[in-house]
């Protein structure tokens, strides 16, 4: 099982990135799928999550209107559309598998069933 994530870099306030988190080893469109990031010095938190079947997005307040998650099952590829950005969106972004086809709004990575290894992403002027 891998989750790989690319897409990340240095961004500046009011910038976009696109992240990218390539699935392969599972069943990729049965799993709930979620975006968790750490800040340097804080702990995990929640972003944003997609569920499998019914396509049902969620988002953490912070980054409604400005982040659209999204699949794509044929190709087995999470993605996180990432708008406007601040300098408090500077983390190492994970993508994670739930444990079933639902989301999964933990801050605690034991709850996740498959975990990536993170893109940095930087924003700053």
């Not at 929640?46 to 912070?62: A, E, F, G, N």
């Amino acid at each position: 099982v891998q989750l790989l994530e690319f897409g990340g870099g240095l961004a500046q306030p009011g910038g976009s990135l696109r992240l990218s988190c390539a699935a392969s080893g599972f069943t990729f469109a049965t799993y709930g799928m979620n975006w968790v990031r750490q800040a340097p010095g804080n702990g995990l938190e929640w972003v944003s999550s997609i569920r499998s079947i019914t396509l049902s997005t969620y988002y953490q307040d912070s980054v409604k209107g400005r982040f659209t998650i999204s699949r794509d099952n044929a190709k087995n590829t999470l993605y996180l559309q990432m708008n406007n950005l601040q300098p408090e969106d500077t983390a190492v972004y994970f993508c994670a598998a739930s444990f079933g086809s639902h989301a999964t709004t933990s801050t605690m990575k034991e709850n996740y069933k498959y975990w990536g290894q993170g893109t940095q992403v930087t924003v700053s002027s």
